[in-house]
């Protein structure tokens, strides 16, 4: 029994180192050609570039400040002094109409002097600020597409186009089939 269990395993031994042989090995079929030449193929490839342009932009700077309005401070102010006035130069009973009118009239005069007082008032101030954005910029770019090779193989001379270098020997599958007579 032990006779029989020793050729079974010798058989195994056998058959998986032939195995593992021939696993190693690309195919029957593969031989290899001698390369004569191989020239790159170019293709030009648009590329895009991002740059970053910055450049100085004015701003206006207004904080919005301009102080009270003093139009109803300045009106009281113009209807007194208006109706003083007035009522100097005015006479008998056409002074009181002429302090009446000179107290209209001051009073508008003086409301218009409160709204423009520049007292707390400020102009708006002027700055420069950095404004940044992107830019594209193309260019081309010559990139390799592929090879055009020509090799030998028994005498014969072939030519090929492949996405990769081969060097100097290129594998090729080689099969055999009866000619017709």
Same mark, same amino acid.
Do not use: W
């Given at each position: 029994?032990?006779?029989?269990?020793?050729?079974?395993?010798?058989? #195994?031994?056998?058959?998986?180192?032939?195995?593992?042989?021939?696993?190693?090995?690309? !195919?029957?079929?593969?031989?290899? +050609? $001698?390369?004569?030449?191989?020239?790159?193929?170019?293709?030009? =490839?648009?590329?895009?570039?991002?740059?970053? &342009?910055?450049?100085?932009?004015?701003? @206006?700077?207004?904080?919005?400040?301009?102080?009270?309005?003093?139009?109803? @401070?300045?009106?009281?102010? %113009?209807?007194? #002094?208006? /109706?003083? @006035?007035? !009522?100097?130069?005015?006479? /008998?009973?056409?002074? +009181? =109409?002429?302090?009446?009118?000179?107290?209209?009239?001051?009073?508008?005069? %003086?409301?218009?002097?409160?709204?423009?007082?520049?007292? /707390?008032?400020? &102009?708006?101030?002027? %700055?420069?600020? &950095?404004?940044?954005?992107?830019?594209?910029?193309?260019?081309? &770019?010559?990139?390799?597409?592929?090879?055009?090779?020509?090799?030998?193989?028994?005498?014969?001379?072939? $030519?090929?186009?492949?996405?990769? $270098?081969? /060097? $100097?020997?290129?594998?090729?599958? =080689?099969? #055999?089939?009866?000619?017709?007579?």
């Amino acid at each position: 029994m032990n006779a029989q269990i020793t050729s079974l395993l010798t058989a #195994v031994a056998v058959l998986g180192t032939s195995a593992t042989a021939q696993a190693g090995r690309r !195919n029957d079929n593969t031989d290899y +050609a $001698d390369v004569i030449s191989s020239r790159p193929i170019y293709t030009d =490839v648009r590329v895009s570039v991002p740059r970053e &342009e910055c450049y100085q932009e004015k701003v @206006v700077y207004d904080d919005g400040y301009r102080g009270r309005d003093n139009s109803g @401070v300045g009106a009281v102010l %113009g209807a007194v #002094v208006g /109706g003083v @006035v007035g !009522n100097r130069f005015g006479q /008998g009973s056409g002074r +009181a =109409v002429a302090t009446a009118a000179g107290a209209v009239v001051g009073a508008s005069a %003086g409301a218009s002097i409160g709204r423009n007082n520049s007292r /707390g008032y400020r &102009e708006p101030s002027y %700055g420069y600020e &950095e404004r940044c954005r992107t830019i594209e910029d193309s260019r081309y &770019e010559q990139r390799v597409d592929g090879y055009d090779v020509r090799y030998r193989y028994h005498g014969r001379i072939y $030519d090929t186009r492949l996405p990769y $270098d081969p /060097g $100097d020997r290129l594998a090729v599958n =080689v099969s #055999v089939s009866p000619a017709d007579y």
